[in-house]
């Protein structure tokens, strides 16, 4: 039986509002929600782009903004690419082809962290990149 239907990386978000419209505004994300605290100050965010689920959590603490927070595949990395730089999204990274055959690019959000997008060109029968 296969187990594995979906993932949702958490990240921290110093600024739920802020975190929210990158990842909208720049990144294409739809917002999902946002649940707020018992003094009504949000807390948490859930933001989608098709397939792809984020959480965004209310947090002191920003990423590191040097390793991956979460890793993102994509079908056409272009295009998104170009979307994003549109939207004014500044490309920390890429795009580069790895060693794995994935065609990546690397953008930290406002919160610090590092997020990579990729497009796999050599899928294999064990899963994307192997």
Known sequence: MNQGHR???ILPAKDIAEAVAFYSNGLGFSLAGILKNDDGQDNFAIVQLDDITVGLKKSDRNGSGEDWAAYFY?????????QIQGNGVRIA????????HCKEVE??????NQLCFAQD?????NGPGL
Not at 93 to 100: D, I, K, L, N
Not at 107 to 112: I, K, R, Y
Request: hydrophobic share 35%; no cysteine.
């Open 74 to 82: 994509l079908e056409d990395l272009s295009v998104f690419v170009d």
């Open 93 to 100: 990274r890429g795009p580069e082809v790895s060693f794995y």
């Open 107 to 112: 953008v930290v959000d406002p919160q610090g």
């Open 7 to 9: 993932s949702m990386p």
């Open 121 to 125: 060109l050599k899928p294999g029968e």
